[in-house]
């Protein structure tokens, strides 16, 4: 639209021009000798816009022919920054789509290629990550020091470099090694919630239950972690916390919990066992009955149930109550037979323990039900109810065999006086051996120790009364150094 307008203006400005120079003929003579030149006005006219327009052109001409150089070197730079970012976009597709060696090899050719530093440390992260993905992590640590040197003293590139590097490290479990990287990036604004949420893993890793939870509650305040997420690393680190505090730090940590969270059936149990250790139980209790007055927890329930005598009679009228909601609740039902049994209360702890043993078969159950039987005396009922105890818990016990098998004592040496060169019959198997710490012979006869001598037969005992056994001979023959040789040499070979 524009060249038409300046066409127009030009077509106007000629006619206008056309015009005056009619209204105002003349001449316009020209001397330089030898020469004289005369024109007319209008042709003189012309040929000065002539001559004005040739020398704009050819000056523009020789600024072109002397930029050219420039324009040259700008046009290679632009096709190698389109190779670049097609290399780029390639290398990327091709992580995202699983195609990990070929993304290695474009960004790896544009790392190696490329001059830019921003687009040479994003080939090398993305190198690194596609390294990463296929488990070479000696190429991958190679690769991100490229991009390291890359980044240079940039700032914002090396913080790329150490956030990518940290990640890739806390995917190998190297904890450690990525909080370095990641601490000098957390600053009191928390900006960078990526690295905030690296860091909480870190931490989740090491095990550093304060941290956890306090960068969890940065967290959810930004919105930058999933509500349900962010509740599960509260509760478990708030369980961690609980396990290892003291009475002077009770009153904070607890106080800094919602009333929701003092209600989680993780919180509660932590929160009980540390008053029960600290010697509040009632305090404990009461703990434990908030929390299970909106839920039924087997592990809050067997808890409960765990006190003395005392407090026996004020917890059962709490469980009674819960009773008549859920009457047929296992874990309530077990819990209150425990009560019983802490206040000496027989009868109606085997009621409850039976009906919850007919709703789950449990092994808790059945060491109650034990126990009980053991102090009211029936010992056969109480032995059944252990033994169910152990297969409720598939407890894989190995069956033993009442007999245990004879030594082989054919290839123990024989000494023989008369005749020492005589080979060694093998000695006859005998029904027992000393082979165990007792031994037993197949008529089902009691065991007997090793160190008692076994029983004989009447005729075999007859006949040892007379001559040495085979057990003897091997025994007594052998003589003893610095006691038996100085009667042999004297006596003939006494025996000891």
Not at 53 to 67: Q, Y
Not at 214 to 225: F, H, P, V, Y
Not at 230 to 241: D, G, L, P, V
Not at 320 to 329: I, M, T, Y
Request: glycine fraction near 8%.
């Amino acid at each position: 639209m524009r060249s038409w307008i300046w066409t127009l203006i030009l077509f106007a400005a000629a006619v206008a021009l056309a015009l005056v120079l009619r209204e105002h003929g003349g001449n316009v003579l020209i001397v330089a000798q030898p020469w004289r030149i005369e024109l007319s006005l209008s042709l003189a006219v012309v040929l000065a816009l002539a001559a004005f327009l040739v020398l704009h052109w050819l000056l523009r001409a020789l600024n072109w022919l002397g930029t050219s150089p420039g324009r040259l070197r700008a046009w290679r730079g632009r096709r190698a920054q389109k190779r670049d970012v097609e290399l780029l976009e390639r290398g990327w597709i091709n992580v995202l789509e699983g195609r990990y060696v070929q993304a290695e090899k474009d960004l790896s050719n544009l790392l190696s290629r490329t001059r830019s530093a921003d687009r040479k440390v994003l080939a090398g992260l993305s190198a690194a990550r596609a390294l990463h993905l296929l488990g070479e992590t000696a190429r991958r640590d190679q690769v991100l020091r490229l991009a390291q040197e890359g980044a240079g003293q940039d700032s914002r590139l090396r913080q790329a470099v150490d956030t990518v590097t940290a990640e890739m490290y806390l995917d190998q479990n190297r904890a450690e090694e990525a909080l370095a990287l990641l601490e000098p990036l957390q600053d009191a604004s928390s900006r960078f919630l990526h690295g905030t949420r690296l860091l909480l893993r870190a931490h989740r890793q090491l095990g550093h239950a304060d941290r956890v939870y306090e960068l969890t509650r940065l967290l959810l305040r930004r919105g930058a972690i999933d509500e349900t997420q962010a509740r599960q690393f509260i509760r478990e680190s708030t369980a961690q916390r609980l396990a290892r505090t003291d009475e002077s730090g009770w009153n904070a940590l607890w106080g800094d919990l919602g009333a929701d969270e003092r209600l989680d059936p993780d919180v509660a149990l932590a929160g009980a066992q540390v008053q029960a250790r600290l010697g509040h139980p009632a305090e404990s209790a009461r703990i434990l009955e908030a929390a299970l007055g909106r839920h039924l927890d087997d592990r809050l329930l067997r808890l409960y149930a765990h006190c003395d005598a005392a407090q026996a009679g004020q917890r059962l009228g709490h469980a009674e109550l819960w009773l008549k909601s859920n009457p047929d609740h296992p874990g309530l039902l077990a819990a209150l037979g425990q009560l019983c049994l802490a206040a000496q209360l027989w009868g109606q702890g085997e009621h409850y323990l039976e009906r919850s043993l007919a709703l789950r078969a449990d092994t808790h159950i059945h060491a109650l039900l034990g126990n009980l039987h053991d102090a009211l005396g029936h010992p056969d009922q109480a032995l059944r109810n252990w033994r169910l105890a152990c297969q409720a818990a598939d407890a894989e016990i190995p069956a033993v065999s009442r007999l245990l098998p004879a030594a082989d004592t054919r290839g123990d040496p024989h000494f023989d006086e008369a005749d020492d060169t005589a080979p060694a019959e093998p000695a006859p198997s005998a029904p027992y051996a000393a082979s165990g710490v007792y031994v037993q012979d197949e008529t089902g006869a009691d065991a007997i120790p090793v160190s008692a001598p076994a029983p004989e037969p009447p005729a075999a005992a007859a006949a040892a009364s007379g001559s040495a056994s085979a057990e003897d001979e091997y025994f007594d023959t052998a003589p003893i150094p610095g006691v038996d040789m100085s009667q042999t040499s004297d006596g003939g070979g006494a025996r000891k």
